[in-house]
C-alpha cells in the first residue's frame, strides 16, 4: 500500500511539469510587452529594456521557465503582479478559500440531489416515475451553467429578492453559485446511483436477505446502499474537478471574488504573472485531488487492496499436461 502510495505521489512530478511548460509556452506566444504595459505608453525605449532585464524578459525562454519553476520548489514564489506588484500566492490565497467554499458546497449539493434521485429511480425502475427523475436529472446537464444562473438571478433576486444577484457580503451570496454549479453534476451522481443500485439490488445476497424476511427498507439501506455508494464516491474527484472549472465561470457572472474571477480579471488586464500563477495553482490542487482519490479508492473497496498488493494482475495457474 506505502509503495502504491508513494508511486502515486512520484507520477506527480511529470504531470506538474508538463502542465507548467504548456502554461508557460503559452505565456510566451500571447502578445504584449510586459513592460511596456507595467511603465505605460510615456516610458522610453531605455526604461521599457531595463525593466525588461529586471523582470528577466529578455533572457532565452528555457531559461525564463528554468527559473520561474525554481521559484516555485525553492521558495513557493508565483512571481509578483503586473498590476499591484504584490506577490502572486498572496494575492491567490484569499480567493482559494472562496472558490473552495463554492465547490464543496457545489459537489455537496449536487451528490445529495443527485443520489436521492438515483435511489427513488432505481426503486421505481420501468415507472413514470424512474422516467421523470431522469428527464429531470438530464436537463440539468444539457442547459449550460451560465444560463441557470442568469434563470436564477431573474427569479430568486430580481422578482423574488430572496438572494442578492452579486457579490458575498453575506452567506446568502454563497447559495445560487453554489447551485448551478451543484445542478449541473446531479444527472451524473444519478445516473452512478441508478446503475449501482440495480446492480446491487440483483445480486445472491439481497435476494437470500428477502429469502429471510427482512424489510425492503432495511434491504435497501443497510445493504444495497452501502456497496452501491462505492461508484458514487469513486466519482467525487471528477466532480471536483468539474465544479472546480464551472466556478471560473460562474465566479464572473456573480461578482465573487474567487481564483476563476481573479484569473479572468487577469486577462483582461494582460497580467501574465497571475494568468500563469492562479492557472499553475489550479492545476497542482486539481492533480492532488485525483490522487487523494486515487488513493481513497482502494479505502472504500478492498477488492482493489487486494489486486494491488498482488502486482496489478493474477497469476495464472499452469496448464495440466495430459497424460
Not at 136 to 148: A, D, G, L, R, T
Request: charged residues 15%.
Amino acid at each position: 500500500m506505502l509503495k502504491y502510495i508513494l508511486k502515486r505521489i512520484l507520477y506527480l512530478i511529470p504531470i506538474l511539469i508538463g502542465v507548467s511548460a504548456i502554461i508557460f509556452a503559452l505565456k510566451t506566444v500571447t502578445p504584449g510587452d510586459p513592460a511596456r504595459q507595467i511603465l505605460g505608453n510615456d516610458a522610453t525605449e531605455e526604461q521599457v529594456q531595463e525593466k525588461r532585464d529586471e523582470l528577466g524578459l529578455n533572457d532565452p525562454v528555457l531559461v525564463q521557465y528554468v527559473n520561474y519553476v525554481g521559484g516555485i520548489v525553492t521558495r513557493g514564489d508565483f512571481g509578483d503582479s503586473y498590476r499591484t506588484g504584490e506577490p502572486i500566492l498572496t494575492e491567490i490565497l484569499p480567493r482559494l478559500l472562496t472558490s473552495a467554499k463554492i465547490t464543496l458546497g457545489a459537489v455537496m449539493i449536487g451528490a445529495i440531489i443527485g443520489v436521492l434521485l438515483g435511489i427513488i429511480s432505481a426503486l421505481k425502475k420501468y415507472t413514470w416515475i424512474d422516467s421523470v427523475v431522469l428527464v429531470i436529472s438530464m436537463f440539468f446537464q444539457s442547459v449550460p451553467e451560465f444560463v441557470v444562473a442568469l434563470v436564477l438571478i431573474m427569479i430568486l433576486a430580481v422578482k423574488l429578492h430572496l438572494l442578492p444577484a452579486t457579490g458575498i457580503t453575506t452567506w446568502q451570496g454563497y447559495i445560487m453559485p453554489m447551485l448551478c454549479i451543484g445542478l449541473s453534476a446531479v444527472a451524473g451522481y444519478t445516473r452512478i446511483t441508478r446503475s449501482s443500485m440495480l446492480e446491487v439490488l440483483g445480486e445472491d445476497y439481497i435476494r437470500t436477505a428477502r429469502a429471510k424476511g427482512q424489510s425492503e427498507k432495511n434491504i435497501t439501506y443497510h445493504h444495497a446502499l452501502r456497496n452501491a455508494m462505492i461508484p458514487v464516491a469513486q466519482s467525487l474527484g471528477s466532480n471536483i474537478g468539474n465544479a472546480i472549472g464551472g466556478g471560473m465561470v460562474l465566479e464572473t457572472v456573480f461578482g465573487v471574488p474567487g481564483v476563476g474571477k481573479y484569473i479572468v480579471d487577469a486577462i483582461t488586464q494582460r497580467n501574465y504573472p497571475g494568468v500563469l500563477g492562479g492557472a499553475l495553482i489550479i492545476a497542482i490542487i486539481l492533480t492532488l485531488i485525483n490522487m487523494i482519490v486515487d488513493i481513497s479508492f482502494v479505502l472504500i473497496d478492498p477488492r482493489l487492496k487486494t489486486t494491488i498488493i498482488s502486482g496489478g494482475a493474477k497469476k495464472m495457474p499452469k496448464k495440466m499436461k495430459a497424460a
